[in-house]
């Protein structure tokens, strides 16, 4: 049974036509599984419904 993430990989590849040597794969892969580690941390951070956006500065 192939990996999903290994199939992501193989798919999003060939829809930017994106050469991924093989070689590189176990750091794609790396590379993808601490993005999607910390964007699930994200995810479940619950705010409160009074949370405002914060302001924008510029210098």
């Given amino acids: 049974m192939a990996d ?3 199939e992501y990989i193989d798919a999003v ?3 930017l036509a994106l050469p991924v040597e093989e ?3 176990p750091a794609v ?3 993808l599984e601490v993005s999607l ?3 699930r941390m994200v995810d479940e951070f619950v705010l ?3 949370a405002e956006p914060a302001s924008i ?3």
């Fill in 57 to 59: 500065f510029t210098a």
């Fill in 37 to 39: 580690r910390l964007a």
């Fill in 48 to 50: 409160p419904d009074e």
């Fill in 29 to 31: 892969k790396a590379n």
């Fill in 23 to 25: 070689a590189w794969r």
């Fill in 13 to 15: 590849a060939k829809t």
């Fill in 4 to 6: 999903p993430l290994d």
